[in-house]
């Protein structure tokens, strides 16, 4: 099978007053059509600086120093800006750890599906108005919500809203950088499995980071467990679960609250 996206040897440094700081050194991963791999490591490892630079939404002072992301073969690090306009919410979306990162506060939420429809092909207000009903009863959020601003929302719906307008153009790859680290477990579950279930209806890949690596073990085929900048091990969730190879990775679950430890559910099973 040939890979949605391939990341070769990704190197970032963060360009500061005095040395530069390499947040991610020499990283390398595949993620396969309709596969959900799992990114955890402890905070700081470099996590959200993979997510960033592979949407190629780095800002200064990040700086990709080397290597080659491929999305669908193509090289990602050369699009022009129209390439990547294109490219971003229709064939890759983010969603991030606080919705207000994905959601304007002074602008409805229809009026975010109607500027990022439009920005991608011709479309009626009607027609627009149509398909953010269609995406918020997707995701279980009735559809008069459209109208409210992101605030009227709990940080739940809002989850749910940044999810659906992930969606609407239905990407190849959703990068999800801690989705649900702000909800309660409840919503957290909830939500989770509602990206499980349209996984299976609509047939994208994820990629999953948090810092939780017994979620992640619940929802992943497979997962990358990383550290300082790099990927110290990378597997099945099984094996990553079962038989970490890794001093480090049995240390993240020894660190584990005794509960969450070692899932033996299924994955699906959130
Ligand atoms: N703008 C910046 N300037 C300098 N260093 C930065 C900047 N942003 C992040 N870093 C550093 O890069 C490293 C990786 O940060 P990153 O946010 O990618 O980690 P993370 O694994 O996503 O952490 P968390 O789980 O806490 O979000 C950290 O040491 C961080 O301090």
């Known amino acids: 099978m040939s890979a949605l996206l391939s990341v070769e040897g990704l190197r970032v440094d963060y360009l500061t007053a005095g040395e530069p700081f390499t947040a991610v050194r020499d990283i390398s991963f595949e993620i396969q059509p309709n596969e959900i791999l799992g990114l955890a490591g402890e905070s700081g490892c470099g996590k959200s600086t993979v997510a960033y630079a592979l949407m190629r939404l780095h800002k200064p002072p990040a700086l990709v120093r080397r290597g080659r992301i ?21 064939e890759v979306s983010m969603v991030f750890q606080s919705a207000m990162n994905s959601l304007s506060p002074v602008m409805t939420i229809f009026r975010q599906f109607y500027d990022m429809l439009r920005a991608h092909g011709p479309i009626t207000k009607a027609e627009a108005q149509d398909r953010t009903a269609h995406m918020l009863e997707m995701v279980g959020i009735p559809a008069d919500r459209m109208h409210s601003h992101p605030h009227q929302l709990s940080g739940g719906m809002r989850q749910r809203v940044a999810l659906a307008l992930a ?57 990358g467990i990383m550290r300082a900048g790099e990927i110290v091990e990378i597997g099945t969730a099984a094996q990553i679960v079962t038989s970490p190879s890794h001093d480090y990775t049995r240390s993240l679950w020894e660190a584990m609250p005794i509960l969450a430890k070692r899932p033996k559910g299924a994955r699906h099973a959130v």
């Open 70 to 90: 491929l999305f669908e073969g193509r090289d990602v690090l050369s699009f022009s800006d129209k390439d990547l306009r294109a490219w971003r919410w229709s």
């Open 167 to 223: 969606l609407t153009l239905q990407p190849k790859l959703i990068i999800m950088d801690e989705p649900t680290t702000a909800l309660d477990v409840v919503v957290q579950r909830e939500i989770l499995q509602e990206v499980l279930r349209l996984k299976d209806e609509l047939g994208f890949s994820v990629l999953f980071i948090t810092h939780d690596i017994a979620l992640m073990a619940q929802i992943s085929d497979r997962i």
